[in-house]
Structure formats: C-alpha cells, structure tokens
C-alpha cells in the first residue's frame, strides 16, 4: 500500500484505525500530545482525516494541515470547517511551497515510518521551520510490543487495509533519534507511549543559528 492509496479509506479512517489500533491505545496517543503547550504557528504533515490535528488544535495559533491525498483533505477541511484558526491544503512533503523559516511547529503523525524517503522529508521540515523551531514525530510501531500482540495488530491490520506497504520501515526510539540528528535536528527526545500498541513520540529543535559567527 503506497501513501496516496490511503484516500480509499478517508471517510471511515478514523473508525478503521480505532479498531486496528484500539481505542485506549488511540487515547494514549491523544492525551500526549494534548500535552504539549504553546506550538505557534503549525504546519502538520499527512494530516489524514484530522484525528490527531484536533489534539494539538488548542494549543497552536494557526495550523496548516496538509496531505497528498485530495480525498483525505475534503473530510479534514469538513471536519473543521468552523475552527478559523486550522486551514487544510493538499501537499506534497517532499516538495512544500512554503517558504523556509515559515513556521514554529511541524508536526507528523504515522507519516516518518511509511514515506520511502525519511531524510528528504526530515530535510523538508528543516527547511520550513523557524531556527528553534520543533519538530513533533508520532508513529505506532511494532517495537516494545510483545509477539502476541505484534500478531494481533498485524491481524486487524491485514483485515482492514490489506498488506502493508513496503516502504513501512520499524521505527524505534533510537532510530527516529538518529534520523533526525543525521538530518540536522538537535537535541532529539523520544520514547515509546501506549499499552498493547506502542507509538514513538518524538521531539527536536532546528538548531538557532550563531550570527556571531
């Protein structure tokens, strides 16, 4: 399954992954990130059907949610049609056209795992952020997950969407640390949420140029 194939399932995305994830999981990923304070100014990447943009909504100023898949922006943009403050747009993350140093905030969830060019894509966020700017990662993973529940979720999963892409990579941790420092990123945190499934939540800052220098 490549990423712009998703779209066949925009109108009942939302119900699908809560059942191949599980509501409590689904939650668990919701309240960390209804955690975070004072984001500014987002740009969210592989918005999908929005689920995970209206966790971070009360605390940005503006957001831009954005996805390849034209299906996946007509929900979201229904979705929100009354939040004056979120503006959905159709877009590619490895060729934006926003300009660099353009925002506070970028934000993915279930996007870094899936694309078949996770340095392209680091790159890109780099581009837009702010010096200082954050980066917010999000990715159910198969890691830190006993074997049992490892095929459970690969069950509900082949059930609702077929066989997964080849372009899924595990995402660790550790590994979503290294892509990001190898892409310029500093100072990266990330740990494993959830109870059955687990996500990686990760964070890192655009380094703050030295005009002294």
Known sequence: ??????????ASFEEKNNYV????????????????????????????NGTYTESIAAAAT??????????????????????HHIQVEQADCF???????????VFMA??????????ALLSECLRVLKDGGRLI???????????????ALKYRYVKTYGNKSSNNAPLSPE???TLCQQSGFQDPQAELIGHNV????????????DNGQ
């Open 1 to 10: 399954m490549t990423i712009n194939t998703w779209e066949q399932f925009a």
């Open 21 to 48: 994830v599980g509501l409590k999981d689904i939650s668990a990923v919701k309240e960390a990130l209804a955690s975070f304070a004072e984001l500014g100014n987002v740009l969210e990447l592989g918005c999908g």
């Open 62 to 83: 503006a957001i831009v949610a954005t996805d390849l898949s034209e299906d996946m922006v007509a929900v979201t943009r229904e979705r929100f049609n009354t939040s």
């Open 95 to 105: 060729n934006l056209t926003y300009p660099d140093n353009s925002f506070d905030t």
């Open 110 to 119: 279930n996007l870094l795992h899936i694309v078949p060019d996770q340095p």
């Open 137 to 151: 990662v999000v990715s159910f993973t198969l890691h830190g997950m006993t074997f049992l529940n490892q095929l």
């Open 175 to 177: 590994l979503a640390k």
């Open 198 to 209: 687990k996500a990686v939540l990760l964070t890192t800052n655009k380094p703050i140029k």
